[in-house]
């Protein structure tokens, strides 16, 4: 009798000491066949037990936020896994590529700290006035002394990735951006759009790409792919300088920073905001890309609008956090 344990996309059955060893008894070659092959589904009932996706609860908290807002495009992903647990016009979501604003820099932040590329103790003095090539790109942040890079990251400081921008090499952005699975399909839907990016070839279109304004488009998918990347990497990479500085620079930014919205639903989550116009209006869009629980990230959450503002969209994301099942992730003492 072959038995094949089943597969969950929330937990690993070896975290589990009592799963762990019910499982080394159902392997060991001195039990009895038919003993094992109840040990081992003794296993698989008590690990499918312990770590259902709970994907229906997951579906009614992004229906609740939609509710309020139609309009938006929102992706749940599980970080395990990669697979969507809920969303809100899939299909949508899958097809629109706009410029992703502000949502890039924590994903070029921490690979070019990570690389020794830059060095997140530098300060930037901000005059709030940022001009790019005829790119109006002032902040909104309150005035404040030169950020350092956490400070820069909670407060989504133009003026601090300007610099950052203009220190990257020929078609080093490219590089750093196409690991993230930024750049490509995801496979999680069908008929994707494909991100539209242009290698830079100035100082000007270095800020102006890595400021998520022009020479490149992404789709809510991709972004979502990209940010569970970046959850990924944290997750390995815990105590580097590159990771506890992009941890502490979201947390804050969800928390008090220009994602706070994200923090009415009440929980702590590690989030960034974009604000950016469409290719050929002056409208703006709106993003927020979260991973939730802060402590323990488990999901990617991804909000786009078509007609608004980051803020907009992390108050969307507070209202799905409101509801989510976020205690089934949390850590236990």
């Known amino acids: 009798m072959r038995v094949r344990l089943q597969s969950c996309v929330a937990a690993d059955y070896t975290r589990s000491p009592a799963l762990k060893l019910l499982a080394q008894i159902g392997h060991t070659s001195g039990v009895h066949g038919i003993l094992r092959s109840l040990v081992i589904l003794a296993v698989s009932g008590a690990f499918s037990a312990s770590c259902q996706t709970p994907a229906p609860a997951w579906q009614s908290a992004v229906d609740r936020a939609a509710r309020q807002s139609p309009d938006a495009r929102i992706v749940v992903l599980d970080i395990a896994s990669g697979r969507p647990l809920a ?3 899939l299909a949508d979501a899958a097809r629109t590529a706009a410029a992703p604003g502000s949502t890039l820099k924590p994903l070029v932040l921490y690979s070019l700290i990570r690389a020794g590329r830059w060095n997140p103790a530098n300060r930037v003095a901000c005059n709030r006035q940022l001009v790019v090539a005829g790119h109006r790109l002032a902040c909104t942040h309150p005035a ?9 990251l909670t407060w989504s400081c133009n003026s601090y990735f300007a610099a950052v921008a203009r220190t990257l090499q020929p078609g080093e952005l490219g590089r750093l ?3 993230t699975g930024l750049l490509g399909l995801t496979g999680l839907a069908p008929q994707e ?6 290698e830079p070839n100035s100082p000007d279109s270095e800020q102006l790409a890595l400021l998520g304004v022009d020479g490149v488009r992404v789709t809510p998918l991709e ?3 990209a940010y569970r990347w970046l959850a990924l990497e944290l997750a390995a990479h815990p105590d580097s300088n590159a990771a506890q500085v992009v ?5 804050d930014s969800a928390s008090f920073g220009m994602a706070g919205q994200a923090s009415l639903g009440g929980v702590a989550v590690l989030g960034k905001t974009g604000t950016a116009e469409g290719a050929s209006s002056p409208r703006t869009h709106g993003w927020f890309v979260g991973l939730a629980p802060a402590e323990n990230p488990q999901v990617v959450i991804a909000v786009f609008l078509p007609a608004g503002r980051g803020a907009d969209a992390a108050h969307v994301a507070g209202e799905l956090l409101a509801n989510a099942p976020i205690n089934a992730y949390r850590k236990r003492p």
């Open 177 to 179: 951006l196409r690991p």
């Open 144 to 152: 404040a002394p030169p950020f350092d890079a956490q400070e820069a």
């Open 193 to 198: 759009a494909v991100a539209e990016f242009r």
């Open 247 to 251: 941890r502490a620079g979201l947390e």
């Open 223 to 225: 972004l979502a792919a």
């Open 87 to 89: 969303s809100h016009d």
